[in-house]
């Protein structure tokens, strides 16, 4: 690690666990106290690995910018799937919890730094279901949810003009609707679409 890590922004004591522990494993540790001074490091000292709290995310384009070469590693005390989302869709190439030890952020360092990606293991696994819910939702129903609202409506016998006009979109679009509803459904005819609301409980009552 030629450039060695760049410890940005946030708590200062935090900052200084972090320079503690990565200087113990050998690794060369820079600090800026605020993202301003981040930006300006990184352009100069080009470091190999930047460690940013997960409010400061918003800045990385412009870091990446600075720096092409560097690698982000995002810190944050939120260990929800849906934060790594964000901080990997936001350019970060590593998630870390704040509370992570000194053996594991060292190893998190020197994955992300070597071109690899790294989540806490156990946080990754439950990533993982998550997507895997997520997949599996989706196969079991492909619908979005204006097409669930055609599919109740046609299931109740609607015609296209009334389904248009309950929507407040064109008959155009209510028969594109219907068209897409059968194709990912796999169904041809009315009886077979009222079967499948049914099945699903989707056939309640329309408020007077």
């Known amino acids: 690690m030629s450039g060695g890590v760049l410890v940005a922004g946030g708590d200062g004591a935090l900052r200084s666990r972090l320079r503690l522990a990565l200087e113990s494993a050998g690794v060369a540790v820079d600090e800026a106290a605020t993202l301003a001074q981040a930006l300006l490091q990184a352009g100069t000292s080009k470091p190999d690995v930047i ?11 412009t870091i990446l910018r600075e720096s092409p070469g560097s690698k982000v590693v995002v810190l ?18 590593g998630y870390l919890l704040e509370d992570a030890d000194e053996s ?21 696994a439950r990533l993982v279901a998550a997507e895997s819910r997520t997949r599996q939702e989706a196969e079991d ?13 046609l299931a109740l016998g609607h015609t ?10 064109s008959v155009r679009t209510a028969e594109a609707h219907r ?22 409980g989707l056939l309640q009552p329309e408020p007077q």
Do not use: C, W
Not at 51 to 61: F, K, R, T, W, Y
Not at 108 to 119: D, I
Not at 160 to 168: F, R, Y
């Open 179 to 200: 068209a897409h509803v059968m194709q990912k459904l796999g169904l041809s005819t009315r009886a077979e679409l009222v079967r499948y609301a049914l099945d699903r």
């Open 160 to 169: 296209n003009q009334e389904i248009a006009a309950q929507l407040v979109i």
């Open 141 to 153: 129903d492909p619908l979005s949810d204006r097409e669930h609202e055609v599919l109740r409506l």
């Open 104 to 124: 594991e952020l060292a190893a998190a360092v020197r994955e992300v730094a070597g071109g690899g990606r790294y989540v806490n293991p156990e946080l990754g």
């Open 51 to 61: 460690l940013l709290e997960q409010g400061a995310l918003a800045i990385v384009p």
């Open 76 to 93: 944050s005390a939120a260990d929800d799937p849906q934060s790594v989302d964000e901080a990997f869709a936001g350019g970060a190439d």
